[in-house]
């Protein structure tokens, strides 16, 4: 059940510790105020004109930078590229916009305090271009989404998560749920600078 213990901004404290936790394991990591300063931070770090694959997120289009990756022409979408492609003859060309753009940008959905970052998925459709496949991602990430562990985060992802995925998902899709079908944890990125998390000390997303 979904309960306020995950939508919690922790202390100062453990905040500036998950973000040194995270630097020390090769991802660059910044300490934003609000959202509006996370929208800033992650927009001035993607060149303009570069591809970029805007991740299905609920951080990313509370803040606006969906939309503007999407619709403002200072980028090439790769998303919007990927829909104007055929389904049946494209879709080689369809997945590797989604799985090996340039430039990522997206949320996951718990950070341990340990430095490892959690992202579920139900088709895995992000999975590959965080994992490997985009030269570069740039994850925003509310701090009510940091757990002291791996345990605690697999309790977020079930408990919490879940629950407000399969809401999300039954009104955008009218499917009856989500699921969580495939899990991504990150524990050390071994390639410098690739990954950027932007820690912000205000509930966004879930």
């Not at 990313?60 to 403002?72: A, F, H, M, P, Y």
């Not at 305090?113 to 490997?132: K, R």
């Not at 009510?144 to 995925?165: P, S, T, W």
Request: proline letters at 2%; charged letters at 20%; glycine letters at 6%.
């Amino acid at each position: 059940m979904s309960t306020t213990k995950y939508e919690t901004i922790p202390s100062d404290a453990i905040i500036e510790k998950t973000a040194a936790a995270l630097t020390a394991n090769g991802m660059t990591t910044h300490i934003v105020a609000n959202g509006i300063a996370a929208k800033q931070m992650a927009l001035s770090l993607i060149p303009k004109g570069a591809e970029v694959m805007d991740m299905t997120s609920v951080t990313l289009d509370t803040i606006g930078v969906s939309k503007i990756i999407q619709e403002s022409g200072d980028y090439i979408s790769a998303r919007k590229v990927s829909y104007a492609l055929d389904l049946k003859t494209q879709q080689k060309e369809i997945h590797n916009l989604r799985s090996i753009p340039v430039w990522t940008i997206g949320s996951v959905h718990a950070v341990t305090e340990e430095g490892s970052v959690m992202v579920a998925s139900q088709s895995g459709s992000q999975l590959a271009a965080y994992s490997f496949g985009s030269d570069h991602v740039i994850w925003v990430v509310g701090a009510q989404k940091i757990v002291a562990n791996r345990d605690e985060g697999f309790k977020r992802i079930y408990e919490h998560c879940l629950v407000l995925e399969s809401e999300r998902a039954h009104k955008a899709y009218g499917v009856p749920a989500s699921s969580v079908n495939k899990l991504f944890i990150l524990d050390k990125e071994i390639v410098a600078g690739r990954i950027t998390v932007i820690l912000v000390k205000e509930k966004l997303g879930f």
